[in-house]
């Protein structure tokens, strides 16, 4: 018995080793100038300033992030109240992409990203509620490299999908007032990226969109 289950645990080590190298064959590829093919990738992106708001385009969205921190506008029309400084918590995403060619991959990110803001009364400052809106969002995506050296690559992407946005008022004392769910579509440009490494490497992006406005992260290629 002692002997079959140790020529059992042989023979599978022998399988995956060869399964190992043959799945290595097939993932690297040796190209011009020494560049490293592999078909596999994963990343960890956090970005600055997601634009992920559903409702961007409704013309409170740039004040509102660089504006004061009291603002006045049409949700409050008397001096009562007033609406605190609007906060994001930056972007992040995980992402797996596949390349059938060097210059080309294809594959999808799943990203989130949450901001908020406070009603709070005029005369004392307190805070009466809060406003959440979580986004949870699902892109397929597209990039293109122009430039695949050894250790550096120059890219650009382009992704559309669809996300989720959970809208959540609640009191200081964590009761929620109101909730709402409401879907939208992200996209995310990104006119040029930059990685640095082989297997294991660091990137940034130049990039706009749903998941961030400026992004960095690492990766890794199998």
């Not at 002997?3 to 190209?31: E, H, N, P």
């Not at 990738?41 to 409702?55: A, F, N």
Request: proline share 4%; glycine share 10%; net charge positive.
């Amino acid at each position: 018995m002692k002997r079959f289950i140790l020529l059992s645990i042989a023979l599978v080590m022998s399988l995956s080793a060869t399964a190992q190298s043959y799945d290595d064959s097939r993932s690297l590829k040796l190209g011009r100038k020494g560049y490293e093919h592999y078909d596999h990738e994963i990343r960890l992106t956090v970005g600055y300033m997601p634009i992920s708001d559903h409702d961007l385009f409704s013309g409170y969205y740039w004040d509102d992030v660089f504006g004061p921190e009291k603002s006045y506008n049409v949700l409050y029309p008397s001096s009562q109240y007033y609406r605190g400084k609007y906060k994001i918590s930056g972007g992040y995403s995980l992402s797996y992409m596949y390349s059938p060619r060097k210059w080309f991959s294809f594959g999808l990110y799943v990203g989130y990203g949450c901001d908020w803001f406070t009603t709070n009364l005029n005369l004392t400052e307190e805070v009466v509620k809060t406003h959440y809106e979580h986004h949870i969002m699902f892109v397929p995506t597209v990039r293109f490299s122009y430039l695949n050296r050894r250790i550096v690559r120059l890219y650009s992407s382009l992704g559309i999908g669809y996300g989720i946005c959970a809208e959540r008022t609640k009191e200081p004392d964590g009761k929620v007032l109101e909730r709402n769910n409401e879907a939208f579509c992200p996209v995310q440009f990104t006119p040029i990226g930059i990685s640095v490494g082989r297997r294991l490497y660091g990137f940034a992006e130049c990039t706009v969109g749903s998941l961030a406005c400026f992004s960095a992260g690492i990766g890794y290629k199998f």
